[in-house]
T-cell receptor, first 112, second 114 residues
Framework: QKEVEQNSGPLSVPEGAIASLNCTYS??????FFWYRQYSGKSPELIMF????GDKEDGRFTAQLNKASQYVSLLIRDSQPSDSATYLC????????????FGKGNQVVVIP | KAGVTQTPRYLIKTRGQQVTLSCSPI?????VSWYQQTPGQGLQFLFE???????NKGNFPGRFSGRQFSNSRSEMNVSTLELGDSALYLC?????????????FGPGTRLTVL
């Protein structure tokens, strides 16, 4: 089982809609969860981190964490064309000596 | 506060050569992690250095090595380059504080091996 899985294919959403991204992780002891945004040809940029169960909101972004089910999600409200990017889920894995483990990412395309 | 810097930004090498990449972390950060990113494999962890010591290592051959200096700057070296080493090499710095550590990435070095 992969440490961090992002299984969805490319996600196309119309401008103004909600984009929803999901991520599951295997290490039940994980305590820290991150979402990075990566534009084509650029490096990943941290957009959200979450440590506690529940929701965390930052502007148009909401991260949701459910430790019992071992998933973390990211909602992008009022999607804009500038949100078109690949979104990477990352988890600090205690079983991996606290290194940061990444999923393969989900591409989001916002259609004007 | 200045961000993470990486030099050079682009490199073209031929098979069999070696290359050294450099990373300067955010001021005050003591941990530097290195990643290789390719379209097919995504972000793969190479190694992490903290206070001049390698703290974590990924599953890469011994041709990939690194080090960290007392000012937290880090270098990684790839010897005997292969075509498959063509990738974006990213470094990320953090405080190195364990389970709530937050990593910030540099712009990357794009390596092309011909």
């Amino acid at each position: 089982q992969k440490e961090v899985e992002q299984n969805s294919g490319p996600l196309s959403v119309p401008e103004g809609a909600i984009a929803s991204l999901n991520c599951t992780y295997s290490d039940r002891g994980s305590q820290s969860f991150f979402w990075y945004r990566q534009y084509s040809g650029k490096s990943p940029e941290l957009i959200m981190f979450i440590y506690s169960n529940g929701d965390k909101e930052d502007g148009r972004f909401t991260a949701q964490l459910n430790k019992a089910s071992q998933y973390v999600s990211l909602l992008i409200r009022d999607s804009q064309p500038s949100d078109s990017a690949t979104y990477l889920c990352a988890v600090i894995a205690p079983q991996g000596n606290n290194r940061l483990a990444f999923g393969k990412g989900n591409q989001v395309v916002v259609i004007p | 506060k200045a961000g993470v810097t990486q030099t050079p930004r682009y490199l073209i090498k031929t098979r069999g050569q070696q290359v050294t990449l450099s990373c300067s972390p955010i001021s005050g950060h003591r941990s530097v992690s290195w990643y290789q990113q390719t379209p097919g494999q995504g972000l793969q962890f190479l190694f992490e250095y903290f206070s001049e010591t390698q703290r974590n290592k990924g599953n890469f051959p011994g041709r990939f090595s690194g080090r960290q200096f007392s000012n937290s700057r880090s270098e990684m070296n790839v010897s005997t380059l292969e075509l498959g080493d063509s990738a974006l090499y990213l470094c990320a710095s953090s405080l190195g504080s364990g389970v709530k550590d937050t990593q910030y990435f540099g712009p990357g070095t794009r390596l092309t091996v011909l």
